[in-house]
T-cell receptor, first 111, second 114 residues
Framework: DTAVSQTPKYLVTQMGNDKSIKCEQN?????MYWYKQDSKKFLKIMFS???????INETVPNRFSPKSPDKAHLNLHINSLELGDSAVYFCASSRVEGEQFFGPGTRLTVL | AQSVTQLDSQVPVFEEAPVELRCNYS??????LFWYVQYPNQGLQLLLK??????LVKGINGFEAEFNKSQTSFHLRKPSVHISDTAEYFCAVSGQSGRRALTFGSGTRLQVQP
């Protein structure tokens, strides 16, 4: 069974569109995260949720909106996509203390 | 605030040779330390972690790392690499309390040559 899953794996879309990425974890973890990996492989935290409550919101454009319907899910909705949003987006989860488990990533390409 | 510096962007090495990937960090609070590996077009997999206790940490695939608090370093080592170790390696830190998101280094590309 996949511990942290993301859908879709690839997402190709036009500028200006709205898209969502879904993440689910079956590890029973309390905390979930979204990270962005840019074209130079640099990884940076975007958001963190603990028990469905937003606890970290980095300097991310407000076009990005995370939503956590329950502890096992953290979705990422992006409005008005721009070329610079092209990246790989990783979901992760962890207990309050401990290592983070990462999903396989979603490669977003904005044309 | 925390930061992580991986001094080498690329490390070429021959198969069966030893390797060391360097990582230094800066933080105003106590931290946990991690090494992750990313194979092409895949997610990140935890190699090893330092939470507390012995400063020499052993991980998967024959890797180990040593936490040096005075030098704020957490270098990754393997005594004999294989072709299959070719990947991107990321050092990361998180606070021991409060903010627990990972702060990553810029990554080191390990290229194992036959």
């Amino acid at each position: 069974d996949t511990a942290v899953s993301q859908t879709p794996k690839y997402l190709v879309t036009q500028m200006g569109n709205d898209k969502s990425i879904k993440c689910e974890q079956n590890l029973g973890h309390d905390t979930m995260y979204w990270y962005k990996q840019d074209s130079k492989k640099f990884l940076k935290i975007m958001f963190s949720y603990n028990n469905k409550e937003l606890i970290i919101n980095e300097t991310v454009p407000n076009r990005f909106s995370p939503k956590s319907p329950d502890k096992a899910h953290l979705n990422l909705h992006i409005n008005s996509l721009e070329l610079g949003d092209s990246a790989v987006y990783f979901c992760a989860s962890s207990r309050v203390e401990g290592e983070q488990f990462f999903g396989p990533g979603t490669r977003l390409t904005v044309l | 605030a925390q930061s992580v510096t991986q001094l080498d962007s690329q490390v070429p090495v021959f198969e069966e040779a030893p390797v060391e990937l360097r990582c230094n960090y800066s933080s105003s609070v106590s931290v946990y330390l991690f090494w992750y590996v990313q194979y092409p077009n895949q997610g990140l997999q935890l190699l090893l972690k330092y939470l507390s206790g012995s400063t020499l940490v052993k991980g998967i695939n024959g890797f180990e790392a040593e936490f040096n608090k005075s030098q704020t370093s957490f270098h990754l080592r393997k005594p004999s690499v294989h072709i299959s170790d070719t990947a991107e390696y990321f050092c990361a830190v998180s606070g021991q309390s409060g903010r627990r998101a990972l702060t990553f280094g810029s990554g080191t590309r390990l290229q194992v040559q036959p």
